[in-house]
């Protein structure tokens, strides 16, 4: 018997041993993978902001080609899968495709159409709304109006929808932060809107009024 238990006991060991090998090689596919989605990502972000949506898209598309890649992960090793390096990895990926979307004018990718599942794309949207700042604050630094309340209007239904996903954080990995942060956001980015946006009444009322003045000027000379 005890010779029994020996043999069980080291074949046990045998095939534990196989088994985190081959985890452990699946971890450090996931850490590749997702680091180079995250560099195609923040590039691309990047490009859309500089206005080279073609180039965009190109890295958006190896970062798509990496998320297939990562589906045999979920196949083969879900405990790997949905660690929070790959994790941070799909919702970069979301923020991407919906930054390019909003920016765009182009319709949002559901979480079907891009292979992700509700958390990190919710994530991604929430992560959105910084770089959906940034582009009204550079329009704004134009002097160009065009699209900059339709584009706080896509960051308050964002927020609205946040909200509204009261589940845990085990459940939704850290969206209620998201959701908190993403609110100063959205504050901060109404009063900027409207201080420029009172500003540019302003200047139109005094322009308007100065030309009242010349007119009359004008009229009695």
Known sequence: MPDTHINTLRAIADSSRQSL?????????????????????????????????????????????????SGTLLQEHPEVYYTGYMQDALK?????????????????????????????????????AGELRRFILVRLRRDDFSRCEETLAVIDEIYTILVTMDFPDAVTRGLRRSTDMMRGVLERTRGDLTVALRQ?????????????VKDGWSSML
Request: negative net charge; contains cysteine.
């Open 92 to 128: 970069e990926y979301v923020e991407a495709n919906a930054t390019l979307a909003f920016i765009q004018n182009k319709p949002l990718p559901t979480p079907e159409e891009l292979r992700v599942g509700a958390a990190p794309y919710l994530g991604g949207l929430a992560d959105t």
């Open 21 to 69: 090998a081959e985890t452990d090689r699946a971890r450090e596919r996931a850490l590749r993978l997702s680091r180079e989605m995250i560099r195609h990502c923040a590039d691309s972000i990047r490009a859309i902001h500089r206005g080279e949506f073609e180039a965009a898209r190109g890295l958006i598309g190896s970062a798509a080609a990496l998320v297939d890649e």
């Open 200 to 212: 540019r009444r302003l200047e139109a009322l005094l322009a308007a009024i100065d030309n009242d």
